[in-house]
């Protein structure tokens, strides 16, 4: 038995993963919109007493969806979500950076986005 390895060799996949052979776009989708949205996660850290109004002005910058307090080496994580990849330059470098309070940041770009919702679904369809 041969396995698929191509993803143009499955119709039932060609649709699923077009994107990610295209375009190095996450599939998350702007409900606004109906696009598809590049996704950015920035790791920053930041004076400990001024976290808190850290956090609060990157939630009021456009394209930052959310922004959690967590523990370990970072202290604040950004999600970003962007139509393009020039507006993650510009949010991480012209944006995130001046706030007042950032000592610096780590950006990582997704590539796929894996939920439960998409294995649940790929399995209701057959998708080994």
Not at 40 to 63: F, H, M, N, S, Y
Not at 99 to 121: M, N, W
């Amino acid at each position: 038995m041969t396995s698929i390895r191509n993803v143009a060799e499955c119709p039932s996949r060609r649709y699923r993963y077009m994107t990610f052979r295209y375009a190095a776009a996450p599939p998350t989708k702007d409900s606004n919109i109906g696009t598809l949205m590049i996704t950015a996660i920035v790791l920053i850290k930041a004076e400990p007493q001024r976290i808190a109004e850290c956090a609060t002005k990157l939630a009021g910058i456009d394209g930052v969806s959310q922004v959690y307090s967590v523990s370990g080496e970072w202290d604040l994580v950004a999600m970003v979500e962007v139509a393009e990849h020039e507006a993650i330059a510009r949010i991480v470098t012209q944006e995130v950076t001046v706030v007042p309070g950032i000592k610096s940041t780590h950006t990582l770009t997704a590539f796929r986005a894996y939920s439960k919702k998409d294995l649940e679904q790929a399995w209701d369809i057959g998708i080994e």
